[in-house]
């Protein structure tokens, strides 16, 4: 089956400063792509998605877009808050409208003041 | 947010003794979905129905059953609990196959 692989965290960061989360996959076709994020103590929300390729998902100022290319969907944000400490998770869901998504291993940030 | 309620939130039992999660929606959505979530493994599925009484297995089906006796209930069942299962427990729900997968809070289960 397909994997999805995400850069491992903890990732530190100041206040303000630049967010990269890497994120590849290797499902072949243009499996639709997703960020999620948990928050301590609750489940997964969805925090952005792309179904396409060199589509582009965005909310909350996070960004990721579908580099079929390369079999990527790194996330960013560029000015990052405290409340934006999290567990971010990587997902892809097959193609063909399936809908069983594999996650990545999740990669938490924790930002600093 | 979604109405997906799991319960019990916590639960400490011991080695060799049955244990039932339960996930109770209220958007009527199809598909519902039990995953297990480990340190450096992320989510991974374990059984998924797609309708009433019609259920499938995931990649870590081994050791569990499911039962979805009505749309808006699904269950998991361990039927002699080991300590390699325990986990935190999440359940999801979605409309359609196309769409995003909504989660529930999680059920922390200890098996000692």
């Known amino acids: 089956g397909d994997s999805v692989t995400q850069m491992e965290g903890p990732v530190t960061l100041s206040e303000e400063a630049f967010l990269t989360i890497n994120c590849t996959y290797t499902a072949t076709g243009y499996p639709s792509l997703f960020w999620y994020v948990q928050y301590p103590g609750e489940g997964l929300q969805l925090l952005l998605k792309?179904?396409?390729?060199?589509d582009k998902g965005s909310n909350k100022g996070f960004e990721a877009t579908y580099r079929k290319e390369t079999t990527s969907f790194h996330l960013e944000k560029g000015s990052v808050q405290v409340s934006d400490s999290a567990v971010y998770f990587c997902a892809d869901g097959p193609e063909r409208g399936g809908n069983k998504l594999t996650f990545g291993t999740g990669t938490q940030l924790k930002v600093e003041l | 947010d979604a109405g997906i309620t799991q319960s019990p939130r916590h639960k400490v039992t011991e080695t060799g003794t049955p244990v039932t999660l339960r996930c109770h929606q209220t958007?009527?959505?199809?598909?519902m979905y039990w995953y297990r979530q480990d340190p450096g493994h992320g989510l991974r599925l374990i059984h998924y129905s797609y309708g009433v009484k019609d259920t499938d297995k995931g990649e870590v089906s081994d050791g569990y059953s499911v039962s979805r006796s009505k749309t808006e209930d699904f269950l998991l069942t361990l039927e002699s609990a080991t300590s390699s299962q325990t986990s935190v427990y999440f359940c999801a729900i979605s409309d359609r196959r196309d769409q995003p997968q909504h989660f529930g809070d999680g059920t922390r289960l200890s098996i000692l």
């Open positions: 958007e009527n959505h199809r598909y």
């Open positions: 792309a179904t396409k390729a060199d």
